[in-house]
């Protein structure tokens, strides 16, 4: 969980106005900003054994259980700072996910210094029957220093909302899974193509070392053009079947069949949303490429 400095968060210019968060997404949103805020108090390490599921996935870049991490960790006087600037629930409200800019500086009790890393977080938050929120998964991106883009992200208002009533508890998705496996069979093929089906405008993409994009128009500057499959190595759907995610491995192949051919992988995570009858990409995140195990 990252995040970028309130003060600087609500002072910069949307790109569109910000759409009413729903009852469920108000609830999630009160959450992440008391999150946030114990981060900032008490610092990171307490903040994240607060606020983590049991089972929930830290990526170090490769995913580890977030509690037993965090219990290893020392408490420094850095400060990891985040606000979400867009939040989804199911209408189930028993899984959603929060996103935004996260900044880190070295020194939180230094004045007037400046960050010195930057990036881009996504939360995925489940709740068990109808119990408090917790992190099931929480992965990031580093981006370059973002002062300089023309269009600054805007921080969601903090709503101080209760979370409503829920009596549904995320399951594993076997429908996702095989969602998955046919993303992958078609981005090993044509990539722009498999992701024209599955992306729309709502849709975002955040890839290590680059700025995030967001809509099916963005597809022809962002994508690599070398094909890349998906091995899933978990998953999430909401009880009301209408917002999951899954998690794994990524490849891609660069040059293919040729002597300069070279394999990478990456952890990826998606967010799956269903529009009508059919699901989309609600977010995409691909993480550092992995060095070899030895």
């Given at each position: 969980m990252f995040a970028l400095p309130l003060t600087l968060a609500l002072a910069a210019v949307a790109a569109e106005?910000?759409?009413?968060?729903?009852?469920?997404?108000?609830?999630?949103?009160?959450?992440?900003?008391?999150?946030?805020?114990?981060?900032?108090?008490?610092?990171?390490?307490?903040?994240?054994?607060?606020?983590?599921?049991?089972?929930?996935?830290?990526?170090?870049?490769?995913?580890?259980?977030?509690?037993?991490?965090?219990k290893t960790q020392l408490e420094f006087?850095?400060?990891?700072?985040?606000?979400?600037?867009?939040a989804e629930v199911s209408s189930a409200g028993d899984l959603g996910y929060t996103t935004g800019p996260w900044t880190f500086k070295l020194n939180k009790n230094e004045k007037g210094t400046e960050p010195s890393a930057f990036g881009w977080y996504i939360s995925v938050w489940g709740r068990d029957n109808g119990?408090?929120?917790?992190?099931?998964?929480?992965?990031?991106?580093?981006?370059?220093?973002?002062?300089?883009?023309?269009?600054?992200?805007?921080?969601?208002?903090?709503?101080?909302?209760?979370?409503?009533?829920?009596?549904?508890?995320p399951k594993a998705s076997p429908e996702l899974e095989s969602l998955e496996a046919a993303f992958s069979s078609a981005a090993?093929?044509?990539?722009?193509s498999a992701y024209t089906k599955y992306v729309d405008e709502g849709s975002r993409l955040y890839h290590a070392g680059r700025f995030p994009q967001e809509?099916?128009?963005?597809?022809?500057?962002?994508?690599?053009?070398?094909?890349?499959?998906?091995?899933?190595?978990?998953?999430?759907?909401?009880?009301?079947?209408?917002?999951?995610?899954?998690?794994?491995?990524l490849t891609r192949t660069e040059n293919p069949g040729k002597?300069?051919?070279?394999?990478?992988?990456?952890?990826?995570?998606?967010?799956?949303?269903?529009?009508?009858?059919?699901?989309?990409?609600?977010?995409?995140v691909e993480g550092l490429p992995l060095q070899p195990k030895k």
């Open positions: 106005p910000q759409q009413p968060l729903s009852p469920p997404a108000a609830g999630l949103v009160t959450t992440e900003y008391a999150f946030a805020a114990k981060a900032a108090q008490d610092g990171t390490r307490a903040a994240f054994l607060a606020n983590y599921h049991q089972d929930g996935l830290y990526y170090i870049p490769r995913p580890v259980n977030g509690v037993a991490y965090f006087d850095t400060l990891l700072a985040w606000a979400p600037t867009k119990g408090p929120w917790k992190v099931l998964l929480d992965i990031g991106i580093s981006t370059p220093d973002p002062k300089d883009l023309p269009v600054q992200p805007v921080a969601l208002p903090n709503p101080k909302a209760a979370a409503p009533a829920a009596t549904g508890t090993a093929s044509n990539i722009t809509g099916v128009k963005s597809l022809p500057r962002y994508l690599d053009p070398w094909p890349v499959s998906f091995k899933v190595e978990g998953s999430y759907i909401a009880s009301s079947g209408d917002l999951g995610m899954t998690r794994g491995l002597p300069n051919a070279k394999v990478t992988q990456a952890h990826f995570v998606h967010v799956w949303r269903k529009v009508g009858n059919a699901w989309k990409l609600a977010v995409e």
